[in-house]
């Protein structure tokens, strides 16, 4: 077990020293102006793609309680990116209410809009709390968000529209 915690401590603290380096990149170009709705690929330095949650089924989040890859058959364009889902059913139901399936914050990592950052997700890292969808950046993320959601949600709501402005 001490091997395991030794291994894990050293990824953790990169992983943090990337995210606060990638925050002050991607703040410092006020030229980076964020989509709506997150097309981040890879994170800060992988470059955009034009497909909502990395090409994931929204409505399977409500539906099946996961995350499930959406199929190129099944695409909607809305706020400036393409979704895709695993059936015509699942597209039926966000055409008829988008805002009822869309992630919180455009897509974006929960806990990193409220911490004042545009941070990508990774799909598997979600909750549905109250109906919504909230995506988080990755395990440890999502486990410190989950410690105080409806605090972090209060300060996302606060941040959000500014820093879209940025």
Not at 68 to 85: E, L
Not at 120 to 138: A, Q, T, V
Request: charged share 20%; aromatic share 14%.
């Amino acid at each position: 077990m001490p091997v395991m915690q030794a291994q894990t401590a050293p990824k953790t603290s990169r992983r943090g020293a990337l995210l606060v380096v990638a925050a002050s990149v991607f703040t410092s170009f006020g030229a980076l102006a964020a989509p709506p709705i997150n097309t981040l690929k890879g994170g800060f330095f992988g470059g955009h793609t034009d497909t909502a949650i990395l090409g994931y089924d929204t409505v399977a989040y409500f539906t099946e309680g996961k995350p499930v890859k959406g199929q190129d058959a099944y695409v909607h364009t809305w706020m400036g990116a393409k979704w895709k889902f695993t059936s015509q059913r699942h597209l039926d139901l966000f055409k008829a209410e988008p805002m009822k399936y869309a992630p919180q914050y455009g897509g974006y990592c929960a806990y990193g809009v409220s911490q004042g950052n545009l941070v990508s997700i990774e799909p598997d890292k979600f909750r549905i709390l109250d109906g919504k969808l909230y995506l988080n950046y990755d395990a440890d993320i999502q486990t410190k968000w989950l410690k105080d959601p409806a605090g972090f949600i209060r300060q996302a709501d606060a941040r959000f529209a500014d820093l879209l402005k940025k």
